[in-house]
């Protein structure tokens, strides 16, 4: 039930630094959250959702400035309050939940103690502390919760770090949430569990929620109220089902009609594959990650790797890169067998080869501008140098449909996260390699622009014959961009084969659970999802 209202924000206006000038990223917007309400902001890289979401704690990031208008959270006016009283209410009151958990957790201290922080400061017994956040975990669908917040940051899968950061931001039962993409990094079957926890929890504590996401499909098992922002500026705000069933403006019917790119169908591989993983077991310490996995990608072919967070997916492609010597097993590329660990590869086996990586904020060097970050790849391995270089970089930020004008010289911090995604993906191609390794490419990108990194990735491998091996838990983008999938599953194939048969029913169980735990544009798709599996449990 919705109480009184809680946070109040009135002609927002919020700039952005750009060299002397500062360049307006919020105009004038407007919101009103109740008590128990949730909000679902939605729009494209760049509309300034994340930017809206922080001003709700009266917070603007390195390089912005809030310029004009109101922000009164339970009477409190944040624009006016010290930084001592904001600092007492984040946390306590008021928490985050981020985009890039990875980004965000200390790396040097467990999850149990970075958890235990703000409540140890807000007068709870550590022993207290420890006790909920351990039943968050088990809420938060964590595996071991009672031995993994005892682990290291780097310990544990970006799914499980994100849902880890969920169960930190719950800590103090805050009266306000912001949740910042908080299920980009999960596999379908967990993102079931964590959209039900953060809803009951929701519930429970009778907290307001602004619920910042991409996915229109989750934010209708979420939001009571949907409000649609496009380069800052306000375009529709609706009742979540009235929104669904009618959108008003023309931006919010194109957000509903995306998705219709579909790779064409390609004809079955043949001759000698790029890359084969044969018999591959691998894993840290004394733990195996990988079991006896093989499967071949050819030249301008994509096979998709789908599975659920800790399935091994990312350990493959460790594997691949020779960042982790397997056990047993070998990695051949056009035909020849490569070194197992990348120290001992060539320079030009390293160029083969590239990453995209899913943690766009923790892949870029913050302190490089990108016209170096892009460059240096070219400059490597291609040995290009001076007006060459330049052109080069220019060339790629074009590819990625970034303005070179605008953003050759801007450092990561002034970049949205699907910006700094798509400059992983330029820096890859910078390269010029036969193997790109997408992990989780478009997990940080609205629909809008995903539809445009797909299409440009399906035109790069037209052009070029590139393989791509694909790593993604969004089922949706397997049938845009793969012609072949594997299915892993704690670290073994599950199932593999060209996409149509892996699509067509009769299904194995385990694929049968991934394609049926997609959420769907309906507002009680969730709830009966639930109602099914506890049923059949």
Known sequence: MMGDVLL???DLK?????GEDWLPIINGVDLTLHKGEVLGLIGESGAGKSTLGLAAMGFARDGCRISGGEINFDGIDLRKASE??????RGQRIAYVAQSAAA??????????QYCEVPVLAGIKRSKAEAEAIELYRKMQLPEPGDIGFRYPHQVSGGQLQRAMTAMAMACHPDLIIFDEPTTALDVTTQIEVLAAIRDIVREYNTAAIYITHDLAVVAQMADRIKILLRGDEIEEADT???????RADYTKSLWAVRSFARPEQPPASGTPVVSIRNVTAGYGKIDILHDVSFDIHAGRTVAVVGESGSGKSTVARVMTGLLPPRRGEIVFGGQTLPPDYRARSRDQLRQCQMIYQMADTALNPKLRLREIIGRPAQMYLGLKGAKLRARVRELLDLIEMEPDSFIDRLPGELSGGQKQR???ARALAAEPELIICDEVTSALDQIVQEGILKLLDRLQSDLGLAYMFITHDLATVRAIADDVVVMQKGRIVEQGPKAQLFAPPHEPYTELLLSSVPEMDPDWLTRRLRGRRGAG
């Open 14 to 18: 919020i700039e952005g630094r750009a």
């Open 104 to 113: 965000s957790f200390n790396p040097a201290h467990k999850l149990i103690d």
């Open 84 to 89: 001592r009283r904001k600092r007492a209410l």
């Open 241 to 247: 089902r009235a929104m669904l069933a009618a959108p």
């Open 423 to 425: 400059i992983g993906i």
């Open 8 to 10: 109040t924000i009135r």
